[in-house]
């Protein structure tokens, strides 16, 4: 069992569309970190969010974190083929040094 | 300025061999994290080592191990490889050794067991 579940695994859409990528857990997280992984390279670190409720924007992408801490999720407006990748959320409970990635959602934007 | 850097890139080993994995952090990070990516997962926390201390451990057996150099580089060992034990391996560094400071991953090393 994931202590992260991101939903869908794959997404494959056009340029132009809006695309919503989540992650859940039933377990509270101190943070949340979203990456971008590229095939052949690591993962890339897109934002953290800390505080519940918390929204951050990077230009088309909006990050949320629930109010509760349990859960995060990414908007992606008007996607552009260079959006696609591997999308990871990550966290850390509590003091743990030991931090969670989900398995990520694969996306594919198509010219 | 240079980014984590990781050698080898690529790794063909045989059952039963071990392995040693290098990464070099961003100059004035002082903290080194190492997972291990398996094909269609997310990366699995194997170490982070602050100062020359580890500090955090996951889910592996002994055959890992690890360590950092007083220039906070870092190595990983794997001893017996299986097979089980291909996939990417990732280096990241951070500047402390907080999991909510930015972590910077390197490109990994792609490990092969045949």
């Known amino acids: 069992t994931q202590l992260l579940e991101q939903s869908p695994q794959f997404l494959s859409i056009q340029e132009g569309e809006n695309l919503t990528v989540y992650c859940n857990s039933s377990s509270v997280f101190s943070s949340l970190q979203w990456y971008r992984q590229e095939p052949g390279e690591g993962p890339v670190l897109l934002v953290t969010v800390v505080t519940g409720g918390e929204v951050k924007k990077l230009k088309r992408l909006t990050f949320q974190f629930g109010d509760a801490r349990k859960d995060s999720s990414l908007h992606i407006t008007a996607a552009q083929p260079g959006d696609t990748g591997l999308y990871l959320c990550a966290g850390a409970q509590g003091g743990s040094y030991i931090p969670t990635f989900g398995r990520g959602t694969s996306l594919i934007v198509h010219p | 300025d240079a980014g984590v850097t990781q050698s080898p890139t690529h790794l063909i080993k045989t059952r039963g061999q071990h392995v040693t994995l290098r990464c070099s952090p961003i100059?004035?990070?002082?903290?080194v994290s190492w997972y291990q990516q398996v094909l269609g997962q997310g990366p699995q926390f194997i170490f982070q080592?602050?100062?020359?201390?580890?500090?955090g451990r996951g889910n592996f057996p002994d055959r890992f191990s690890a360590r950092q150099f007083p220039n906070y580089s870092s190595e990983l060992n794997v001893n017996a490889l299986l097979l089980g034990d291909s996939a990417l391996y990732l280096c990241a560094s951070s500047f402390l050794d907080s999991l909510n400071q930015p972590q910077h991953f390197g490109d990994g090393t792609r490990l092969s067991i045949l």
């Open positions: 080592y602050y100062e020359k201390e580890e500090r």
């Open positions: 100059s004035g990070h002082k903290s």
